[in-house]
Nanobody, 118 residues
């Protein structure tokens, strides 16, 4: 089982930025596939972005050009840089990870709240 701890959420005005961080002590981090999901009271949990162990990335169409997923193998950390945030981006963001290929992966963090509001 992979332990995941998210941080970096908060309250931001529309157009602002946040960087989410997901830390793990997983063994063989360089082979770990990871991703971000989000959930709000109005929506089911949805895929936001993913990065494979090799570094290939995929992002949700509605966040392309605004969100960037990346990772640091030395720090065993996953990031989600979110720019030009919109109220529709509000939700709890969850880190997701596993050594399998099918998303969602089997391990989840506790989530971090992102609120975009003026």
């Amino acid at each position: 089982q992979v332990q995941l701890v998210e941080s970096g959420g908060g309250l931001v005005q529309p157009g602002g930025s946040l960087r989410l961080v997901c830390a793990t002590s997983a063994q063989s981090f360089e082979f770990l596939n990871m991703g971000w999901y989000r959930q709000s009271p109005k929506t089911e949990r949805e895929f936001v972005a993913a990065i494979t162990g090799r570094g290939s990335t995929t992002v949700l169409d509605s966040v392309k050009g605004r969100f960037t997923i990346s990772k640091d193998n030395n720090k065993k950390t996953l990031y989600l840089q979110m720019n030009n945030l919109k109220p529709a981006d509000t939700g709890v963001y969850f880190c997701n990870a596993g050594y399998t290929a099918d998303y969602p992966l089997p391990n989840w963090g506790q989530g971090t709240q992102v609120t975009v509001s003026s």
